[in-house]
């Protein structure tokens, strides 16, 4: 039986929260080997992806519902 069936929503918040934390490390460290290989040409090319916006964006989401969960979660512990 899978523990997150019955999980309350602050529960299934927080699961959400470190998820786009997690997705946020990811664009993170997309974003440095970016920063490092980053020449001219590279740039020009189709297919550039705002790895900085997107880690700013998963955070402060992911901060939120990591905030909006925590008394609950600290309460059951």
Known sequence: MNPLTFASDAALMAVAGGMCWVLAAVCLLMDRRRERLRSVDRLERVGF?????????????GG??????????LGTL
């Open 49 to 61: 992806v705002p790895w900085t916006g997107l880690f700013l964006g998963l955070a402060i989401i």
């Open 64 to 73: 939120g519902c990591l905030a909006t969960s925590l008394p609950v979660v």
